[in-house]
């Protein structure tokens, strides 16, 4: 069985902007590198000793606030900078780990945010990416379940809406869901499938407008009995993934 990596994606600040990639090297048990490095915690987080993994409903997140996903991102790692545009303001350049800069970014990210929702608080991080799984994950999506989807909704609908980091295609329709326990090669990489990932409220907004306009939630379970789309996986073996490159299905 064999694919194509069709886009590659990360999300330096979960859940506020995205940006693609024409290649990027992965490392043995890590996910992407600046993948939601940083988190905004809100104002009901529990967040232990502040140094460790905590799940996602600890932060501000297109589930509770569907304006963030019109959010877009590009970051620069010489400067440590990530750039977040949205189409209802203008944008903003931050550094996530300078503390003046964490009440720019409140001030800028506020109106996004419900007023009946806990309110975003602070930018955290802690030296991994804060993924929704406790290990540190890579998220692939097959396109032909995506398309699937699509067909159901009777519309086209943007495929960043899961959120992932490595868009497949060449693949039937929900193949993936019968790769827990395989292996996927991207040139040299190597990942571990490990779960599936079950959607929330984000995806049916859009990253275009930021609203809620597509009920994907309900596509799922009607058609096919589940609200999964995309998988999550472990790198077990580093190398560079390259957009266009062949994956392969082992093991």
Not at 56 to 72: E, H, V, Y
Not at 119 to 135: H, I, K
Not at 168 to 197: C, M, Q, S, T, Y
């Amino acid at each position: 069985m064999t694919g194509v990596v069709a886009g590659i994606w990360r999300h330096p600040i979960k859940s506020h902007g995205r940006e693609e990639l024409l290649r990027v090297s992965v490392t043995q048990g890590h996910c992407l590198p600046l993948d939601r490095k940083w988190a905004v915690a809100h104002d009901a987080a529990k967040l232990d000793d502040g140094k460790s993994w905590v799940p996602c409903t600890n932060f501000s997140r297109g589930a509770k606030a569907p304006s963030l996903m019109a959010i877009s991102a590009v970051s620069d790692e010489q400067t440590n900078t990530v750039t977040l545009t949205h189409p209802s303001q203008p944008g903003i350049i931050i550094n996530p780990d300078r503390p003046e800069d964490h009440e720019r970014f409140l001030d800028w990210v506020m109106p996004l945010s419900p007023e009946n929702r806990a309110r975003p608080a602070q930018l955290v991080t802690v030296g991994r990416g804060m993924t929704d799984t406790e290990f540190e994950s890579i998220s692939f999506i097959n396109l032909a379940s995506h398309r699937a989807v699509e067909e159901k909704l009777g519309r086209e609908i943007s495929p960043l809406r899961w959120r992932g980091n490595v868009l497949l295609d060449g693949f039937a329709p929900w193949e993936e869901r019968n790769w827990i326990g395989k292996r996927l090669r991207v040139g040299e990489a190597e990942f571990e499938v490990r779960e599936h990932i079950t959607r929330c409220l984000a995806t049916t907004a859009s990253t275009r407008t930021g609203e809620r306009d597509a009920d994907t939630l309900g596509v799922l379970n009607t058609h096919w009995g589940h609200r999964d789309c995309g998988i999550y996986a472990v790198v077990t073996k580093p190398g560079v993934i390259v957009r266009e490159e062949p994956v392969e299905v082992i093991g």
